[in-house]
Every structure is written in structure tokens, then in C-alpha cells.
């Protein structure tokens, strides 16, 4: 649901004075706050104009997600988000391979993605012709892709998966073996995770890694715990085998916020990205967050000016476009997704209800 109205400094200020994360990348005062505000009515009375609504992945700059956002949320929401809207331009405020993913499901749609550097360590560590490649070599397979790949490799995969629904979508699969990429960390705990619940399966995996998430280890963890003995210690499966094995709760980022939403606790080590750390302490003030957060610099790379700039006039490089053919390709694997996750009921966006 778009946002209707144009917000002032004092609003948006109540949104973001409790963040404390990222040092000054994420910190506001009132004064920023006015200086942020014309831009972003700029940004809301243009969308109204071009028909258009801004789709923001939880790691984005503060600003953006309480400023400007219509959506908020991890991949595979923002996914269904960008098929329910009836808008005519979807501006993904996130990385290419999310804006690749809304084109794929809306070939009718405007996507642009104001990103000045899209990239994903992820999505970039493999390409079509390497999986072309491992086809013929592991011919009984299934192919499983993380979101977390370009359009041509979703192209050449089965079913696409989301840290939201992996667990759930490889345990369903009826073949017992199964090849996922890109994230060797990720193929991991998948293959940990599948002997907990007794499912037998053969996991082979790519050597793919999230350069924010793999820097995270269970040191860390010990570290905390022993100076807050109620802490719960939040993490995403992009994290080595060790981090989630001495995690509280694993998910994909809108599950980490939902969990820490119920959670009793008062303390919580979150370990990705400081957008979700920004929004922990945005929404839910009264807990409190220990330990550090690292910064995803393509993420980070989304601006209010540069999402004003992408509504005014789209450079080539911010269009989505994708060749028809690749498109029904990849579109098959995201089908397959849905399918396994239908009965599954998709939240609606935190910010905007
Ligand atoms: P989510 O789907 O959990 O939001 O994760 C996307 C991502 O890029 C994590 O690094
Ligand atoms: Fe990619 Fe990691 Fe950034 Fe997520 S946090 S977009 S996986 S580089």
C-alpha cells in the first residue's frame, strides 16, 4: 500500500532517533531529518506521477525504509509485493538480482533499480555457464538457486529458494539429490539441517559466500553470551556452520525480526546486515542490541538522491530488462518456489500498514 501523505521532520525523526547503528551512516538528528524531508517529498509526489512504488530490502539505509518506502521487507516478500501492486513502475531499492527477480515475475512492469553499485558477492560467484557445466556432470540432480543469482542462472535451475523457505522447499523435494548453489555456507546448514529432521539427502554445493555474513564467528558469540547470560543470538544461514549451530534462532531477515518481535528476551545479538539492526531498534525500542553489525556496500549503495534521480530519468543501466526467452526460463524455477510455498501466508509490510 503506497504512502499517501508527505511526512515531516518531526515524523520521520520519531522513526529513526533510536537507531544507533553503523555509527554515523545511521545515526539522526532532527536537524538531518529536515534536510533529508525534501527530498523525500520529492520522491513521494513523483511516485504519484509516474504511477510508480518503491520496493526497500530491510538492509537499505534508514531513511529510505521509513522516508520513502511503500514495501519493506526480505526477498521473498518483497517478491510477492511486486506481483500484488497494481503500479505500473516498481523501483527496487535493493541489489540487481532483486530487481531481476520482480521483472522476472512482472515482464509487463517498469523495474528500475537506482543502485550505483548492485552487485552481491553471492549472485556474483557463479554464472549460467558454470551450472550448464555442473548439469553434465551431476546429470541426476536437482538444481536448487538461492535468490541470491542473476537472472541467467535462475534460467538454467529448478526451483529457487529464499532464506525464508529453503529448509522447507529442499525437504520437500522427491529427489534425493540435490545441488545448491550459490552459498557453500547456506549448502551447509541446509545439509546440517536436513540430518536433524531426518531427511536423506544427498547435498552438494558451490563455494559462493556473502562477504557480510561470513565474517561473523562463534567467538563472538561465547564473547556475548558470557557478558549477557539472557542474550538470544539471532543469525541468517548466509553464516558459517559454527554461528548457527550456537544460534538461538536462524532465518531469513523478516523471520529474525518476527522472532525478536515475540522473543521475551531483552538482549539480542543480530548477526547481518545494520539494516536490520536499524530497524530492530526503529520498531521494537524497548530491546536492547549488543555486539556489532556490518554494512552490505551494495545495499548501502541506494540513496534518497539516487532514488529520486532513477524516478526523474532512469539511466539504461537502471532499467531491468531481460531477454523473453531467459525470463519464461527463469520464471519456471520461481514458480516451482511458489508452488512448494503456497500454504504458506505472506505478512504485510511493517511500515506501510
Ligand atoms: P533475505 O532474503 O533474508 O532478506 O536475505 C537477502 C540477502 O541478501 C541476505 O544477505
Ligand atoms: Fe549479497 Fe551479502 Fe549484500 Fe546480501 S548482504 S546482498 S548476500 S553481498
Same mark, same amino acid.
Given at each position: 500500500?503506497?504512502?499517501?501523505?508527505?511526512?515531516?521532520?518531526?515524523?520521520? *525523526?520519531?522513526?529513526?532517533?533510536?537507531?544507533?547503528?553503523?555509527?554515523?551512516?545511521?545515526? *539522526?538528528?532532527?536537524?538531518?531529518?529536515?534536510?533529508?524531508?525534501?527530498?523525500?517529498?520529492? &520522491?513521494?509526489?513523483?511516485?504519484?506521477?509516474?504511477?510508480?512504488?518503491?520496493?526497500?530490502?530491510?538492509?537499505?539505509?534508514?531513511?529510505?525504509?521509513?522516508?520513502?518506502?511503500?514495501?519493506?521487507?526480505?526477498?521473498? /516478500?518483497?517478491?510477492?509485493?511486486?506481483?500484488?501492486?497494481?503500479?505500473?513502475?516498481?523501483?527496487?531499492?535493493?541489489?540487481?538480482? +532483486?530487481?531481476?527477480?520482480? /521483472? &522476472?515475475?512482472?515482464?509487463?512492469?517498469?523495474?528500475? !533499480?537506482?543502485?550505483?553499485?548492485?552487485?552481491?558477492?553471492?549472485?556474483?560467484?557463479?554464472?549460467?555457464?558454470?551450472?550448464?557445466?555442473?548439469?553434465?556432470?551431476?546429470?541426476?540432480?536437482?538444481?536448487?538457486?538461492?535468490?541470491?543469482?542473476?537472472?541467467?542462472?535462475?534460467?538454467?535451475?529448478?526451483?529457487?529458494?529464499?532464506?525464508?523457505?529453503?529448509? %522447507?522447499?529442499?525437504? %520437500?523435494?522427491?529427489?534425493?539429490?540435490?545441488?545448491?548453489?550459490?552459498?557453500?555456507?547456506?549448502?551447509?546448514?541446509? +545439509?546440517?539441517?536436513?540430518?536433524?529432521?531426518? !531427511?536423506?539427502?544427498?547435498?552438494?554445493?558451490?563455494?559462493?559466500?556473502?562477504?557480510?555474513?561470513?565474517? *561473523?564467528?562463534?567467538?563472538?558469540?561465547?564473547?556475548?553470551?558470557?557478558?549477557?547470560?539472557?542474550?538470544? &543470538?539471532?543469525?541468517?544461514?548466509?553464516?558459517?556452520?559454527?554461528?548457527?549451530?550456537?544460534?538461538?534462532?536462524?532465518?531469513?531477515?523478516?523471520?529474525?525480526?518476527?522472532?525478536?518481535? /515475540?522473543?521475551?528476551?531483552?538482549?539480542?545479538?543480530?548477526?547481518?546486515?545494520?539494516?536490520?539492526?536499524?530497524?530492530? %531498534?526503529?520498531?521494537?525500542?524497548?530491546?536492547?542490541?549488543?555486539?556489532?553489525?556490518?554494512?552490505?556496500? *551494495?545495499?548501502?549503495?541506494?540513496?534518497?538522491?539516487?532514488?529520486?534521480?532513477?524516478?526523474?530519468?532512469?539511466?539504461?543501466? %537502471?532499467? !531491468?530488462?531481460?531477454?523473453?526467452?531467459?525470463?519464461?526460463?527463469?520464471?519456471?524455477?520461481?514458480?516451482?518456489?511458489?508452488?512448494?510455498? /503456497?500454504?504458506?501466508?505472506?505478512?504485510?509490510?511493517?511500515?506501510?500498514?
Amino acid at each position: 500500500m503506497p504512502n499517501k501523505s508527505l511526512i515531516t521532520a518531526e515524523e520521520l *525523526y520519531t522513526r529513526l532517533k533510536n537507531i544507533k547503528v553503523g555509527a554515523s551512516v545511521c545515526q *539522526y538528528s532532527l536537524k538531518k531529518c529536515a534536510e533529508l524531508v525534501p527530498v523525500i517529498n520529492e &520522491i513521494q509526489r513523483l511516485k504519484k506521477e509516474k504511477d510508480a512504488v518503491i520496493l526497500v530490502h530491510s538492509y537499505v539505509s534508514p531513511e529510505i525504509v521509513y522516508g520513502v518506502a511503500d514495501f519493506v521487507g526480505d526477498s521473498y /516478500k518483497l517478491s510477492r509485493d511486486a506481483m500484488a501492486t497494481k503500479a505500473k513502475t516498481l523501483v527496487f531499492v535493493a541489489v540487481r538480482f +532483486m530487481g531481476e527477480t520482480a /521483472k &522476472i515475475l512482472n515482464p509487463d512492469k517498469e523495474v528500475l !533499480v537506482p543502485a550505483t553499485d548492485p552487485g552481491c558477492t553471492l549472485a556474483d560467484s557463479i554464472t549460467a555457464e558454470d551450472v550448464r557445466r555442473l548439469r553434465t556432470e551431476f546429470p541426476e540432480h536437482t538444481f536448487v538457486c538461492y535468490v541470491n543469482t542473476s537472472v541467467d542462472v535462475k534460467a538454467e535451475c529448478d526451483v529457487c529458494v529464499t532464506s525464508a523457505n529453503v529448509y %522447507q522447499i529442499v525437504e %520437500q523435494l522427491k529427489s534425493n539429490k540435490v545441488y545448491f548453489l550459490p552459498d557453500k555456507f547456506m549448502g551447509e546448514n541446509l +545439509m546440517n539441517e536436513m540430518k536433524k529432521r531426518k !531427511v536423506a539427502k544427498e547435498i552438494l554445493f558451490w563455494k559462493g559466500t556473502c562477504y557480510v555474513h561470513e565474517e *561473523y564467528d562463534a567467538a563472538a558469540i561465547f564473547k556475548v553470551r558470557s557478558e549477557y547470560p539472557d542474550v538470544k &543470538i539471532v543469525s541468517h544461514p548466509e553464516c558459517n556452520a559454527e554461528v548457527v549451530r550456537n544460534s538461538d534462532f536462524v532465518g531469513g531477515t523478516e523471520q529474525m525480526l518476527d522472532y525478536m518481535r /515475540k522473543a521475551k528476551a531483552s538482549h539480542f545479538l543480530m548477526l547481518t546486515e545494520c539494516g536490520l539492526s536499524a530497524r530492530l %531498534q526503529s520498531e521494537f525500542p524497548d530491546k536492547n542490541l549488543v555486539g556489532s553489525c556490518t554494512l552490505c556496500k *551494495y545495499m548501502k549503495s541506494n540513496t534518497l538522491e539516487g532514488i529520486l534521480q532513477t524516478l526523474k530519468a532512469p539511466t539504461s543501466l %537502471q532499467r !531491468v530488462h531481460i531477454e523473453e526467452p531467459v525470463r519464461l526460463r527463469a520464471l519456471k524455477s520461481l514458480d516451482a518456489m511458489f508452488e512448494y510455498t /503456497k500454504h504458506i501466508p505472506v505478512k504485510k509490510s511493517a511500515v506501510c500498514e
